[in-house]
Nanobody, 121 residues
């Protein structure tokens, strides 16, 4: 059974950093593209970052470019999202997803349950 479990969320002050992790099981992680999405209160879920199955190609939303870094450890079956210089507008539930194409949410068949990130001003 395919499963994605996020961790690492929490409360942080503006300008701080957090690293989110997403542990995968039940599918061949090394052959899957991975993505991070987020949903802020009252807003639709939105693309944050994606990484190709080899780990060589990455894509970012303009709002996080230069501050967030996505990475993938195939040996640990884990994808990470390093978030630096956090802003209050980064506050959201963050979801990892597997198997899709870059920012296209509809193409991702597997999703985690989400982890809350709250950035205080």
């Amino acid at each position: 059974q395919e499963q994605l479990v996020e961790s690492g969320g929490g409360l942080v002050q503006a300008g701080g950093s957090l690293r989110l992790s997403c542990a995968a099981s039940g599918f061949t992680f090394s052959r899957y593209n991975m993505g991070w999405f987020r949903q802020a209160p009252g807003k639709e879920r939105a693309f944050v970052a994606a990484i190709g199955w080899t780990g060589e190609s990455t894509h970012y939303a303009d709002s996080v470019k230069g501050r967030f870094t996505i990475s993938k450890d195939n040996a640990k079956k884990t994808v990470y999202l390093q978030m630096n210089s956090l802003k209050p507008e980064d506050t959201a539930v963050y979801y990892c997803a597997a198997g899709g194409r870059v920012s296209s949410q509809a193409t991702y068949p597997y999703w985690g349950q989400g982890t809350q990130v709250t950035v205080s001003s």
